[in-house]
């Protein structure tokens, strides 16, 4: 290596001082999902980048789903997945397989935490009481266990973070009398983020960030205020299974959340390079109130 | 109810006393395995026994397997359930099941302490890198992904007791490469009460106890010595599946646990009735030094 | 004890885990005297019903005064014992041996929790300046050394309970000038409650509750609202000495103390079946905001 | 007041300053008992200048007998106080009338502590479990509950000194089997000293320090070695009643206590004298090791 | 020394408790300076009753200036000092002189501290950024590198008189943008006091107090209330470079600083005499509320 | 920036990542003089390398000298520098003239760390006592006010950086009497970091390294064990100025410092690329004893 390359190094190290020194302490909840938890080399990506912030200082959470793998399974014992505006139908039997492959996506997950010498803890909404959820009835309508938080008890996640753990969230909660419930992975991001008071919630998705139209992948808006967000789904141009997603975001913003991302989880390191480098990339949703002396953070 | 009720109840509560005083602080693994497993009662009043040690200031570990709900499903896709000295003969595939199966049983029983008011977390030899194996080759036979624990990294043990969480750990690790590895319970409990320190291992079997004669239930042994317990394993008294159970316990005693306890998992409340009542119930394990000065502990 | 007896006992202490559950961390102040302190046996039983919330959680305060013993010790040295509405009319020489004596007991009640393994310290209003007295003077009567509380100090029971201490208080203060008073056990009890922020406050007295009629046993009022209590203070039906007593209790639940409970200490462990079983003992007294949505605890 | 005289009031705050440097945080017990007892002003004297070490960053712990008084009162109810080597014949009613008293002097001193605005804890050898003791058998005779210390357990002193009180200590202690027994107060002190790992041991007493000749008070020796002291009782120059004062002195030194002081209790404030100027008073009792390089400390 | 001495020496510490008490745990900034930084035993009076505060359990804070030392190093490399209304113009060589001077007397103040055995740490204005900065233009005139404080950052200072150190601050701050400015060092003093909440500020000047005739010294008052001492510069009896030196005591009182005094620095252990003896010197500025019920603090 | 530039980014800053594992919590003392405190922009390149370290988790200490400026302003003042084996003949004028450029030099680079965000104290060797050192005589050879470290007094450093301070130190140190003295900065950096038990020991020079020929730049040693170190100097490789500077760098070793590093402070951000990268750069000083088993930390 000769010494320009070694002065880029530098420079990039050097780069990344303000962003670390802006977020140090600070929580950011991600939540990983869709493709890039199907490919090997992305999923050690998702878990390289959350490793290095934890290491130079933030206090990340992962919250994730299971995929392709729960239909995967239910589909092995002879089940057919349905799904009701995006929700999984979960009868009995569904909700055991999704607690089974759940469950073994988090230890995966925290493996390759531990496997990059940072220490995680894997836990369900069951755990410490974390996620208290009701039965979800979308359009009135009866889809089985799945479940809407109505309380986040944040204690186990404040006591793993201040112990140096970064947990590892998987979406599985019980209501009031002990009936567990599947929970869909965004929304329990969304509400944990917002009871833990994080700065930042990271969504990887399968999408460059939110588009102006679906199909046109350059029509991605880098910042999207969030009257203008409610504006676009108003409008109809945000629509149907991204009309929940974005709620999701607004919902953190209003709740005290300073960012929400929605990211390319299919790019490398997208995390990363939003979090460390000059150049945001995705859509960043921002509160209104911020519009006026907006500045990258 | 008459007075003479209230009385008796008055004096079994003061009878506890002195065993909450003596053990208050202290760290007790409990093994939780077999037939207590199945039956959905016996289950509650494990964790109910479980629950009260935490209330009255012990720190409970609880350390479980997935018994037969395991070979319920490794079946249930096909494959045929085959095991080597008691050890599960462990393909890639029946690792994958094990630890969805253990996943979920341990995501139950976190949740039965939850509804009992006392908060637990559910983790896995994985999480905080509790447990480190390497692989088993008993007989230098490979039996596929079956570890033997070589580490116990208790960081994450602690600090959840510290925070006034019951840990429920289900034996799953992973070796240094990060290959994760079936664990055997009793193996896995008896190197997690060695590492803590615990003063207690309670294992929950299906026997009465350690027995002079497996077929007669009445030749329980309620005091073993270890001189005595190796004595009767080269006697060939202790044989067969027993021998390793018998080593985990005399192994546990030389570390520096004070009593190890085989207890009839089968009878409600047979925690509770060991801890707290004047009468012990089982075998109780006990290092040889203390012969002379016994004391019921 | 066979196995239906095994399932009673373990069954006794399963029934207590809800009551431990609620009440842990919570203080409780006990004020004990009358005749549970002339008999030696239920003197054991009330330190034992003590030791007992101590472990498993609770965070108990013991008041007592001298009762019969002070004026034993006054006669012996030739006084006549007067007394003026329930108080003692106090000269020099009362209050140096009530001083005396009140300091033994208060040692021999420290004792006998050090006895059954729990740490307790003695200590008056005096030490730490706990309790800040005026002059009393009840219908404008000066009856000598009676001191009402007009402050309390807490940072010494505080100190005490944090480092896992009984703390048995004795009633002596002083005032603003350094001159000691003799206070009424009932109400030093009250006002330390109140201070400490006492979840419940325990009258051990010579009847089974507050009656209807006082002659009458079986007239006892389980449940006793505060306005209620007013009514019958008004009616006339709860009169004489009995009217302070009632009126310490009102004013501790003004103050935030939950519930105070007015017990038989003629009866052994009347504190102990209050708290850890179903069924209550002697009379509770409640907020009347708290008629609609009573519950026991 | 003119400028000189100011010079020399700060000249004397200047030439404290060493002193407070050096024992700044250390332990310091004071024996106060004899004369010093009986002179309201000198009783006075003596707690303001506890208070002034407490205030300026020495730990003080103060440990009292109860003097004439328990004579007073053992005579009152119609005793004989009998004494055997120093030590007070105590059956069971002079027993109960010296904790009696001794509980009022411990409280009347800490009263007086609170009056200076210091805060203080009076306390016995039953607290906490502080002073263990077993019957005391001078010359194998009986003289009733005396007790002699067998073991310390500091806890209730640490927590006390800890959350910022001054320990007032009065002798009585308990045996195993929770008989209580007079302590002579001396040895309670070199005892508690000892065990606190107390930098300083002062006893306040009727003499002007250790004297060459008990007649003679200007026989008074400044620094007595404690080989030299052992050679005095050898030699018969300290003899009766001094004997075992001087015996908790030199083993006091011996067990780390970096200097005994036998100060004559008549004279005003003769512990801030010692303490707080260059010239020392009384007797100083040094470890022979300390000969050679012998400073004042 | 005689038996009376010896009780004047024990009766002038005895004195010194109330004060002792009263400030216990109390800030206080002392700002030196002046005639009093010329004269070397003066320095150590000054530092001795610094030490001595530390040891008694204030948390002293010293701030100083150069005084004659700059003037005499900016001649030395051929500049002639300037003034414009006290305040020295200061072009980038004689800051660079300050600096240095500043740096090197507070080396020499953080000696003299350590060498009585009491620690301290030397800090200016940047350290830990301290003290924020703008530039100052008295009269809209330019004076070159003169700031004035608009931000005290007391973490610094905090952590220091945590950690048991006394800080010991020299008046050099920078603004926003990095660039370093000379402070007045009264004014330093008083913002600092301010934000750290002292209880009393302390200037050492070379005037026996505030004085009604600058030409008389025996004009000096006692206790000087904030609106008085508003009236006095309305009058025009305060005038000249008196008036910014009593602005910064009223706007300190205003802040919460209780008490600003206005000692003479070039008398011996001035500070010493004013807090710990009954006779307080120099002038006490006071706020005017609390004429009605002024107590010597 | 393209993709490709992107995943550039994100690789170096994952490459990065086990370095700040490895180090995290450690101690790093880097030496900083020469050449690399004259350039404006090295000064900011070496700030913004530590303020990097400390962001990511590193304590770094930073251990500076005077370098030309003190010659600078000697000469300013009529007084020729003289050296004597590498060390500044010292006068007290120009012990002053020392004190005063050290000092001011101090604020320079702490004022650099605040500007980029990072909290630092600065520091000399009298604060907290730090170093206590006693005249240093050459050859028996008298040259003024050089001393050499005796004693570390850490406190004052951990307390620092426990409180989240990089301490900026100046190497000027005091003897038991109080008399100051100058300290050669490598000499001052290595007892510190021995002391403080620091990880690393890095020393900014104006060579490249350690150099077989002096006047080959490309003779660097990458690795030096030590002793092979010992072996050069014995051999004369190592000679003249080197033999101190190499003598540091054994002893710090020897005294548990894991590598001392001597790289060319004329590169811009020769600290970080050594840390950060998989190349090192520079001269890496390790024990012997690890010549077996080396690898890059």
Redesign the interface.
């Known amino acids: 290596?000769n010494?320009e390359e070694?002065?880029?190094?530098?420079?990039?190290?050097?780069e990344?001082?303000?962003y670390?020194?802006r977020f140090?302490g600070n929580i950011i909840v991600v939540k990983y999902g869709g493709s890039a938890m199907k490919d090997e080399s992305l999923k050690n990506h998702v878990m390289?980048d959350v490793?290095?912030l934890k290491?130079?200082?933030f206090k990340p959470i992962v919250v994730h789903g299971g995929g392709k793998e729960i239909s995967r399974w239910v589909k092995?014992?002879g089940i057919e997945p349905v799904f009701y505006n995006g929700l999984r139908v979960t009868d009995a039997e569904t909700l055991?397989i999704a607690?089974?492959?759940l469950?073994?996506v988090?230890?995966e997950l925290?493996?390759?935490a531990?496997?990059?010498?940072?220490?995680?803890?894997?836990?369900?909404g069951?755990?410490?009481?974390l996620l208290t959820v009701r039965k979800q009835m979308p359009d009135q309508k009866d889809i089985g266990f799945v479940g809407e938080v109505t309380k986040v008890n944040t204690?186990?996640l404040k006591?793993?973070v201040e112990?140096d753990?970064i947990p590892v969230v998987f979406p599985?909660g019980?209501d009031e009398k002990?009936q567990?419930y599947n929970i869909n992975g965004d929304h329990a991001a969304a509400m944990i983020a917002q009871a833990v008071g994080a700065q930042k919630l990271v969504y990887l998705t399968d999408t460059p960030g939110v588009l102006m139209d679906p199909e046109d992948p350059d029509s991605m808006i880098s910042e999207l205020y969030t009257n203008d967000a409610e504006q676009l789904i108003a409008d109809g141009v945000i629509s149907g299974g991204m009309i929940p997603k974005i709620r999701n975001c607004i919902d953190s913003i209003h709740a005290g959340v300073r960012r929400v991302h929605v990211l390319d989880g299919r790019?490398?390191?997208s995390v990363?390079?939003e979090i460390?480098?000059d150049?945001g990339s995705g859509t960043a949703i921002i509160g209104s109130e911020e519009k006026r002396y907006y500045q990258k953070v």
């Not at 070694?6 to 050097?14: C, R």
């Not at 531990?114 to 369900?124: K, T």
């Not at 069951?126 to 009481?129: A, I, K, L, T």
């Open positions: 290596m010494l070694e002065l880029t190094k530098a420079n990039i190290l050097i990344a001082l303000p670390i020194q140090h390289e490793a290095l290491l130079v200082g092995k014992v055991e607690e089974m492959v469950g073994r988090n230890e925290v493996q390759k531990q496997s990059l010498g940072v220490n995680a803890v894997g836990i369900s069951v755990d410490g009481n204690k186990v006591d793993l112990n753990f599985i019980a002990g567990r790019l490398p390191h990363l390079l460390f480098t150049r």
